[in-house]
């Protein structure tokens, strides 16, 4: 693990390839992943594995932080494409915004209704995004600066990237 001094953001040195990557989310938060977390970090239970992403307070209360930001900065009304990178089934997207929805994952889990899924770049067939959602993702990146300019390369023309990153502790 190495910490940055200066914000304290955690993350492993450790760089897996895509491959790897692929493996490791493939059964992302099934038995095998929660076993195997399990055995690396105790404090994983179950009830915390089947339990992120599905708090309806916890997801309204990220949807109510985002839609406020967005309406403070004026750009609520201009939002007509959005695309939530790593968003899991896209239940992140405020609710009430009109735009096209589309979440990349490469879980391949379900996405909720009204919003596309894709689990590979090449299938969002060149779109651009007027906000890109990185949330609680840029952690979980072999090469975090990466990661960014792949989600600034899928901005449209004064699009708008959004990263969040949990603080655990």
């Known amino acids: ?3 940055c001094a200066d914000c304290g953001l955690r993350y492993s040195d450790l760089r897996l390839n895509d491959e790897e990557v692929g493996i490791l989310y493939a059964g992302y938060r099934g038995p095998a992943y929660f076993r195997l977390r399990h055995a690396h ?3 994983y239970a179950q009830r915390v594995n089947g339990g992120l992403g599905c708090d309806p ?3 309204k209360v990220r949807q109510e ?3 406020k930001m967005l309406k403070a900065e004026h750009v609520w009304d201009e939002i007509r494409t959005i695309l939530d990178f790593g968003g899991d089934r896209g ?3 405020p609710a009430p915004l009109i735009a096209e929805k589309w979440v990349y994952e490469i879980s391949s889990v379900e996405p909720i209704p009204g919003v596309r899924a894709c689990s590979r770049l090449e299938d ?3 779109r651009s995004f007027d906000l ?3 949330c609680h993702v840029l952690e979980h990146a072999m090469d975090p600066a990466a990661l960014i300019r792949t989600n600034t390369s899928l901005l449209s023309e004064g ?8 603080l655990e502790r």
């Open 91 to 93: 239940q992140f997207i």
């Open 1 to 3: 693990m190495v910490e």
């Open 159 to 166: 699009g708008i990237l959004y990263v969040e990153i949990p």
């Open 132 to 134: 890109v959602m990185l």
């Open 57 to 59: 307070r916890a997801i």
């Open 65 to 67: 932080h985002l839609e």
């Open 41 to 43: 970090e105790p404090w």
């Open 124 to 126: 969002l067939g060149g």
